[in-house]
């Protein structure tokens, strides 16, 4: 639990209430109400308001009695992409593969039905879409979105997509599920997405996963252009064999960082930690 302040304009509320967020770590990724009263001090009534507060907000979601953060956290800072070392795998090949192929690359996750943008090297182009962290996306209309999408086992995506979209973008209503699936079906197959104006006219993307060292999809990285400029051919001809390599790179080096040998040495109890 953090320490608590003195200050006559201290708001225990607040404090308690990121007390609840950062008892989630890469030990503690999903945790029941006891386990969150357990691990933040609170008694459990007030770790299920703080809980629902949170889910409700967007931070974080439920399912089988259990709790997990959302990518949404990202929105207070960067913790969750550090914690995940992935970011600063990243950033030297999407920088490289920029100054590559001339395009902005972009990495982003799934949260719910939407992507959330986590990493980006951008170029200097005029594009009909901004684009931060933390930036969200419906995942249906973009490359990125496609490929994560389509990692999903038949009952996780059903349950993703019946969520509403938080991104205030309107879903596209002229896809049935069925051709949802057989979208995502060819994606699976052939390992790429491509997402040609559905987003935005004149964005044009092609997205691969970024995967764990246990295989497991966790990101998707892409190469946007605009497509007055750069035709599907080109990107995917040119810029997808580019990006794949770089993708490859990265699950690489992140599942050798993850494998990496790490022991967290406690103090036993009763013995001081300056001894």
Known sequence: MAGRGTGPDFVEALARGLDVLTCFDAGRRSMSLSDVATAASLARPTARRLLLTLEELGYVRSADGA???????????????????????????????????????????????????????????????????????????????????????????????????????PVPLHRSPAQVQDQLTEVRARGWALADEELAPGVRSVAVPVRDGAGVVRAAMNVTVHAAETSTEQLLTEHLPQLLRTAGDVSAEWALWQSRPHVELRPAPGSSAAG
Not at 114 to 121: L, Q, W
Not at 141 to 166: D, F, H, M, N, Y
Request: charged share 15%.
């Open 67 to 169: 709790f997990t953060l959302t990518p949404k956290v990202l929105e207070l800072g960067m913790a969750y992409v550090t914690s995940l070392g992935l970011w600063d795998i990243a950033r030297p090949h999407m920088e490289a593969l920029v100054g590559r192929t001339g395009e902005s690359s972009s990495m982003a996750q799934l949260d719910g039905s939407d992507i959330v943008y986590v990493a980006r090297v951008a170029v200097p182009k005029l594009i009909a879409l901004r684009v931060d962290i933390g930036t969200r996306f419906p995942a249906v209309q973009t490359s990125q979105g496609k490929v994560l999408l389509a990692a999903l086992s038949p009952a996780e995506l059903a349950t993703t997509l019946s969520e509403p979209s938080r991104s205030g973008l």
